[in-house]
């Protein structure tokens, strides 16, 4: 017989972490993977830095993640590309050049971030996808405000820019805690915001596409999982057992199309006032395999003649 009298089933508790962590990392290694950083040898005469750039999402943690890397090569808080807490439009208005830093008074090290304001859903809102693609180029200038109404004119651009002015890593932010989740639409049912995300995912996907073309290798840099699983949040070492953190990365694969390999989950320094070893290590970690990302690709391009 049903109804009320009818014993209710007990199901066992659906576990929250993986039997085994999809990665592992080295947790006392951090000053040594600094080091490493610090002396990273570009391989390509014509090249100076390399050169990253960061785009994805309006708030999606852009600045806080070229943040987050510079404090780490810093030792301490910084905020040289400014993050803002504030919902909405993009924060970040002009294109800048972050270079880090080894300590206040060190080396500039060799690679650069380009910040860039955010994507946002609307043609005319945000940065717009046809200047993401002359910044890859080199063709946009550091200080380039951006006009989400219209695209970059010719005055802006650089006329022939070369290697070393080119972009030779993108990377796309994308915050594991609100875009994706919905993808296969039974998460979520507010209709809304699946289609919200569906624009986005497009403009990062013809910002991809168009990288692609050009040979350039893509990451994506899965912010925020601190918001986006409470285990993550209380203890961070656990951001690679995380079935939440897994199912994102997944469902980040098979929207945006980037291989899983490429995705790195990461907790942006935020509102901590001190450095903290096990997020140095997450953060150093994504940022190695980037810079070998990016260092494989001008590797094989042909040096110019003199
Ligand atoms: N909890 C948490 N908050 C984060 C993380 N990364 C960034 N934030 C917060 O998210 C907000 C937006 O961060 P920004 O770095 O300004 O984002 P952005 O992508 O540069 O944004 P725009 O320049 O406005 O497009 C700020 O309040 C940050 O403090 C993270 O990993 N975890
Ligand atoms: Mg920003």
């Known amino acids: ?41 570009i391989s390509h005469s014509d090249v100076k830095h390399l050169r990253i750039l960061v785009h994805g999402p309006v708030g999606a943690g852009k600045s806080s993640f070229i943040n987050s890397i510079d404090s ?47 994507l946002e859903r609307g043609n005319s809102e945000g940065v717009q996808t046809e200047d993401l693609k002359k ?32 972009i030779h890593c993108l990377v796309s932010v994308i915050p594991a805690d609100t875009l994706l989740w919905c993808a296969d639409g039974d998460k979520i049912s507010d209709h809304a915001m699946r289609e919200k995300d569906a624009a986005f995912i497009q403009k990062i996907k013809d910002v991809r596409a168009y990288a692609s073309i050009l040979g350039i290798p893509q990451v994506v840099i899965l912010s925020k999982v601190d918001e986006s ?46 450095l903290h070893n096990d997020m140095d290590v997450i953060l150093l970690s994504a940022l190695t395999n980037i810079l070998n990302f990016a260092n494989d690709y001008v590797a094989e391009i042909p040096k110019e003649e003199d």
């Open 229 to 274: 699983c409470a285990v993550v949040n209380k203890n961070i070492r656990e951001i690679y057992s995380s079935k939440t953190i897994y199912e994102r990365i997944k469902h980040c694969s098979h929207n945006v199309g980037v291989p899983e390999y490429c995705i790195f989950p990461v907790k942006n320094y935020h509102q901590e006032n001190c």
């Open 135 to 166: 910044i890859l180029t080199g063709h946009i200038k550091e200080g380039y405000v951006f006009n989400p109404a219209s695209p970059s004119l010719e005055k802006d651009h650089n006329k022939d820019p070369g290697l070393n002015e080119k």
């Open 1 to 41: 017989m049903g109804g009320s009298n009818s014993k209710e089933i007990q199901h066992p508790p659906v576990p929250l972490l993986l039997e085994e962590p999809w990665k592992t990392l080295d947790w006392d290694k951090r000053d040594e993977m600094k080091e490493n950083l610090k002396g990273f040898q």
């Open 72 to 118: 780490i090569f810093q030792g301490r808080m910084t905020t040289g590309a400014i993050a803002e807490a504030t919902a909405g439009h993009s924060f970040t208005k002009m294109y800048k050049i972050h270079k880090i830093k080894d300590g206040q008074y060190g080396a500039y090290l060799s690679f650069v971030f380009g910040d860039v304001m955010g």
